[in-house]
């Protein structure tokens, strides 16, 4: 720490604040050295804190706005979570699909058909088949399971993929 003398201006470099009276060396005159003001480091503490508090605002507030956003934009989706290959009683085998239609919106939506689309390793369109789930609607936040077998055989099929029936298709 500096401390430098009031009629003097003569600097010295110290350890720690003098707790006496200091006298300087050059022209002898003594003074009180007052203790640092601590007040510094606290603003600087409370502004890093209110930078940190602002972030976390600001990172939940994109968050909440793009869901809000791909709710507005897709308020309902399918997604299949277990394909799995059986042997039906003709011994020919097939897909089970099973998945979850998912309300991402606040209101409660209708269930539209869906349409399960199996597609070679080219990503062609080998067949497409539509079926209509049980529930008839979903509730805002809630998802509804659906299972599903396929008409059509396995032969040829690399990826299988699930849409949503809309009123323009």
């Not at 007052?34 to 606290?42: E, F, L, N, V």
Request: proline residues 5%; hydrophobic residues 45%.
């Amino acid at each position: 720490m500096k401390i430098k003398c009031d009629f003097c201006k003569t600097e010295y470099s110290v350890d720690k604040t003098p707790t006496a009276p200091v006298k300087c060396a050059v022209c002898g005159h003594v003074w009180t050295v007052a203790t640092p003001s601590r007040r510094g480091a606290w603003m600087v503490f409370i502004a890093s804190l209110c930078a940190l508090l602002s972030a976390a605002v600001f990172a939940t507030a994109v968050v909440v706005q793009s869901k809000i956003k791909n709710a507005n934009r897709e308020p309902i989706i399918a997604q299949l979570t277990e394909i799995k290959t059986v042997v039906d009683n003709s011994g020919v085998p097939r897909f089970a699909v099973r998945g979850a239609i998912i309300n991402q919106s606040t209101e409660i939506y209708g269930v539209p058909d869906l349409i399960v689309v199996s597609r070679d390793a080219a990503g062609r369109e080998i067949a497409r088949q539509k079926f209509m789930p049980s529930a008839t609607l979903v509730e805002s936040g809630a998802s509804v399971e659906f299972n599903h077998m396929l008409t059509t055989p396995t032969d040829g099929v690399k990826k299988i993929t699930v849409e949503l029936q809309t009123g323009d298709k």
